[in-house]
């Protein structure tokens, strides 16, 4: 049996596994070293690679950027890690002018191997200003690549892929899937930076969603599996381009989508879903897809309205039953907990 | 003022009597306060991250005595003593830390987004070094007016690696604004030192000289010492000769993020945090006051008290207070 | 007969009548006060109404956003004006961290009533860095009212909805609509900030349109007309959000959609109208829409690759010929000009 | 070196009267080079913005001297000369500004974008600030493989109010990089002077000295003294010893943007841009070398044609160059 992992085990992992197989790759951040190191993704990197490899940073998110992509332009292959998206608003414009775009305007001369991780979502009580997510802003920029792991494989697979691959790669984890389990191979695999995945076969309703959703729509998978309904559950895993192929083929065979994404749905992902079905699969839609997203407001931090704010596995159940007109009645969640601001009563922090 | 110099100048702008009880008081709020958010947090119903700041008391304490209701304070993540310090109301801080409909900005903001008008608490948010530039913008705004108005911007030797940190010193030297830079140098950002991040030996009071304004590094666990730099720079900013800066060298107690202990994470050593504990900024200024003659045993006891009794009444308040109702989700997106 | 106005003019009357109506408005950019006063938009304001409320800033686009929102929390109208959309990239953590949601995050007691004028989309020559267009960017981020004016008349009267409004407003020109002219009242009038407008009436397909693809659309309409083909012209206007009852009544008549924006394709205004039109008139659309826009390539600056790499007119009529299943033939462009660099001849900078 | 210190210490580092020459030379090819597109502006076949130097040469053309091919060299948006005098192609430089498939960049970047990896210009970029967080990095590179490798980062008075820089310059005091930060203060920033951008008096050269490193404001209109400062900064550099930053006091003769002048503008004076004109870098430094008997008549006669050829190759070069092909439009979107 293949080894299990938690998907913060995983990370780790690749950025041990890569450290030791190239001299190139650095690893650089606020609190990269430091004892709780990204929440376990990279603690005790420092001490084994050395503090040339893995630098802890002044908390000056833009210039970080630029200088992480002035060593890739000398071939280094630096790791850049913002513990929160909402941080890295403070360099969009070495993001988005100058990294996204070296390769093009200066005609193919420059590489800018550069890779930014970026931690999403929501933590517990992160409120407006600690749990946005931004990947559509990012996929939305010609010249990056974006990439949502939802499970552990992938996750370290495609950190593997974004360091050696040329070009600058955006690398969204969302916070509540850090303790997901799942089987992770030892050695330097990769998973495509391309292409969606579908994770689990069915037959009336495509569900296609990013992250921490996708762990809600399999659970919404089963939900609906009660109700007597078969869900395609595909994992869209990467975002530049949305995956045509796959969710035209999924949905010529259920006519009906529900997209689940973990950011506002509002010229979002779901949005760009949307527009991909409506462009490869108009002829085979049987009735307008449901999107499932958040709504379009700021994060609010009390677990009375957070828990309001945020969808989960049911909402996305209720919406594939929407859109297939279904009234058949979903199995009632149980009450166990009194908020549902963690993933899962394991869930202890640090946040 | 001139960089580096670490003293208290003139004896002659001690604070007189009434004004230091002022200063202990608010002190004695803020560690009690501060005591029992540590306390409470393990029953769960504070459910956001929250950031302590006992140790510090004496920086907020020493320069809100100087202000008028109408001066504005601006804060980050660590806002609690800021905020109570300026007048901010205790109830609703704890029952915005209970998440309760009837906090500072009913629950929706959390520990990280106090916010009190009625006492000119402008607003704290923990993105680093972001509110600075809007205190700035405060202060232009109050020139603009023709307004006796001081704005003081409170912020972590962290926030000033941040580049907005510099355009908003820059603004606010150019357009001689009446704004108070006041930085807290607890010597860690987060879990890192300062040797990481940013140049040996370098005061941060010297990043203010090179915009152009009177900077000073000082002990910011003596209170009085921060007033008098304090009182000295909003004598500027209200003669409109424009910003200032002040370091206040300090030092946190509780971990960076909740209510722990974290030497055992190594990343600090006990020895460290013993020593500051000895230079306890309440205890110095208690044992002051009583040396002066300023303080007896009665009135201490009974300060404590008053404190002790609000810290619980505000507790209290939070938990009888109710949760907001689902259709305040949609309130407040836009301005109605 | 109404008045003519250019846009610029039309935009810089409404500085002029705010300045004069309210104290607390104010005006602040680099070059604001400066001979050539952003493009004609501002200049004279600082003569009129003094150094006080009409500034030059330094080059500071991320404090000087705080410090606008600072002076708008005590009661200021601040109107910031970034020459370049691109420039403003340095701001976007005040913009969508605080500006966005002080409202909000405070409860409710704080109000921002902070008007942000970016230049978007191609000036000439202008390449990767001097040419975006990131509309979606703002419409994602809830707490943000984006407007993007096509109109003088719209120009005047939004900036003036946006200068009144107490929330951010963020207020999108195009370059090449400054020289545009048409009917601009005198005095403080006001135009919605929320709200789409047919320009033109039709029956066989809908072309909705933000920005100065609504005249490259309106064009579309008359080259249509020509091909026997009735267009529909929606100015979009407004982004928070799209108006999906303008759409709709639309689709319902026509069935077919052409959506036409000044940005990227890929998780940009296309995608966001797809998904309302899907979830508004998805019974009435009897063809998968088609979208005109920029492909997910960086601008190039050679005029003989952004020829190829900015759509018009008959790219937009082609579209719709396209939706429709039509093959009749579009007049000829007049091929007069070597490059379509500018968007008339009497273009002559400043760009 | 400190702050202020406004003339040549030594003798000493005067450069040989061979590289007097080159410094010569290369000032010669930049103001020529720059002449020639302005004239050629008008024709309409160079279509974006272009920022000429003239009145600047003498900066880079001083520097540029004092480095080898390995060194590297980054820019912003008035980056001709800095690309020419650190020895980037000037037919490709002309075919990028003529928006051919032979330029530098195959036309996708323009005047804006130049890059010459063979020469060590590593790319310029107009987005204000931005490229000093990339020569930071690269620097960081260079420490780290221990290469023996100079980067500068050149940028305006305007850059500085960027936060980025202050970001850019403090990490690489932390880290003491091998990077030169090079300001060349021409007095505005586009349309607008110092006096409403910066705090007055204070010189640009502080802002380096409160990020901890050596920082010196200079005549930047004399290529010896540029140099002088240069030599120090580089040794240092090369040393181990960190970062330093040299503030350039020059002036741009032309407008912000274009071939005009902007005279009729109104920001600035006549007199003063012909108080600058006297002190003409190329004039100045070709007086004192014919003075000292470095350079003949017949030499510089030598010098001036063969710049003038060298220009009037590349604008033939860049004419008869193809412009690129459709299929380039999709291409280098990402590496492959
Ligand atoms: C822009 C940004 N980057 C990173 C963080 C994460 N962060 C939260 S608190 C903190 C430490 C800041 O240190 P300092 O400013 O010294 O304040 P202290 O916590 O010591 O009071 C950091 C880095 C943040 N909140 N914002
Ligand atoms: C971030 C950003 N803001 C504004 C601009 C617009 N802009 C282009 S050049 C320039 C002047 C910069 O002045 P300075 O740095 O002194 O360079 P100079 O033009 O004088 O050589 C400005 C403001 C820009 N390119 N980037
Ligand atoms: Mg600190
Ligand atoms: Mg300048």
């Given at each position: ?76 292959r630096p790791i850049l890690v913002h513990m929160r998206v909402d941080f890295a608003l403070l360099s969009m414009e070495p993001v988005v002018n100058q990294a996204a775009k070296w ?125 007597g309904v078969s869900a395609e559950v595909i994992d869209l895993r990467c975002l530049t381009p949305i995956d045509g192929d796959t969710l035209a083929a999924s949905l010529a065979k ?98 | ?336």
């Amino acid at each position: 049996m293949v080894r299990q992992l938690k998907y913060f085990e995983a990370l780790h992992e690749a950025h041990r596994e890569l450290l030791a197989d190239d001299p190139n790759v650095l690893v650089a951040g606020l609190g990269v070293p430091g004892p709780t190191g990204i929440f376990g993704t990279t603690k005790g990197l420092q001490e084994e690679f050395g503090p040339e490899r893995v630098i802890d940073t002044p908390s000056s998110e833009n210039a970080m950027t630029g200088i992480a992509l002035g060593a890739a332009i000398q071939g280094k292959r630096p790791i850049l890690v913002h513990m929160r998206v909402d941080f890295a608003l403070l360099s969009m414009e070495p993001v988005v002018n100058q990294a996204a775009k070296w390769h093009y305007m200066y005609g193919g001369v420059m590489r800018a191997p550069l890779t930014i991780r970026m931690i999403i979502g929501r933590g517990w009580g992160q409120g407006p200003q600690h749990s946005q997510s931004l990947q559509s802003w990012f996929a939305h920029v010609p010249g990056l690549k974006v990439v949502m792991p939802t499970r552990p494989y992938d996750a370290k697979g495609m950190l593997i892929a974004a360091v050696r691959d040329d070009a600058p790669v955006i690398f969204l984890e969302h916070r509540w899937l850090y303790n997901l389990e799942g089987p992770v191979p030892e050695g330097l695999y990769t998973s495509p930076l391309e292409g969606a995945e579908v994770l689990h076969q069915g037959s009336d309703v495509t569900i296609a969603a990013t992250s921490h959703m996708t762990i809600e729509a399999l659970r919404a998978a089963d939900l609906l599996a009660a109700a007597g309904v078969s869900a395609e559950v595909i994992d869209l895993r990467c975002l530049t381009p949305i995956d045509g192929d796959t969710l035209a083929a999924s949905l010529a065979k259920t006519g009906h989508l529900v997209v689940a994404d973990t950011g506002q749905a509002s010229y979002g992902v779901v949005a760009e879903v949307m527009a991909v079905a409506m462009k490869r699969a108009f002829p085979y839609l049987k009735a307008a897809p449901q999107s499932v997203a958040l709504p379009h407001i700021p994060t609010p931090t009390t677990p009375a309205l957070a828990d309001l704010f945020y969808p989960d596995a049911t909402d996305i159940a209720q919406a594939a039953l929407d859109t297939l007109g279904s009234s058949a009645q979903l199995p009632k969640p149980a009450a166990d907990r009194r908020w549902k601001d963690t993933p899962d009563p394991s869930f202890t922090g640090p946040y | 003022m001139t960089t580096q110099q670490k003293d208290i100048r003139a004896a002659a702008v001690l604070p007189d009597a009434k004004t230091r009880l002022a200063v202990l008081e608010s002190m004695i709020r803020v560690r009690l306060a501060e005591e029992a958010i540590a306390a409470l947090y393990g029953e769960g119903e504070i459910r956001c991250p929250t950031h302590l700041c006992i140790g510090q008391e004496a920086v907020a304490a020493g320069i809100s005595v100087l202000l008028s209701r109408d001066d504005l304070v601006f804060s980050g993540h660590r806002s609690h003593g800021h905020y109570l310090a300026k007048g901010g109301d205790m109830n609703a801080m704890f029952a915005e830390l209970y998440g309760r409909v009837t906090g500072c900005a009913r629950g929706k903001g959390g520990s990280q987004h106090l916010v009190d008008l009625a006492c000119g608490f402008m607003g704290a948010a923990p993105i680093l070094s972001s509110t600075i530039s809007v205190g700035v913008g405060s202060a232009w705004a109050a020139k603009l007016d023709r307004r006796d108005q001081v704005s003081i911007v409170y912020f972590g030797d962290g926030a000033t690696e941040e580049g907005t940190f510099h355009e908003a010193l820059n603004f606010a030297s150019v357009h001689k604004l009446p704004v108070i830079f006041v930085c807290e140098n607890n010597l860690y950002s987060v879990h890192s030192a300062m040797d990481i991040r940013q140049p040996e030996g370098r005061p941060i009071a010297l990043l203010g000289t090179a915009h152009g304004m009177p900077s000073v590094t000082c002990d910011g666990n003596d209170a009085d010492v921060v007033h008098a730099h304090a009182a000295e720079a909003v004598a500027r900013a209200r003669a409109g000769e424009g910003p200032s800066f002040i370091e206040c060298m300090t030092y946190r107690w509780m971990e960076h993020c909740g209510p722990g202990d974290d030497i055992p994470l190594g990343y600090r050593t006990a020895e460290e945090l013993a020593d500051w504990r000895i230079r306890d900024p309440l205890a110095i200024y208690r044992d002051r006051l009583a040396a002066a003659g300023e303080l007896g045993a009665a009135a201490e006891a009974d300060l404590m008290k008053k404190a002790r009794d609000e810290v619980a009444a505000a507790v209290a308040f939070a938990k009888a207070s109710p949760y907001p109702e689902a259709a305040e989700l949609s309130e407040h997106v836009f301005p109605v």
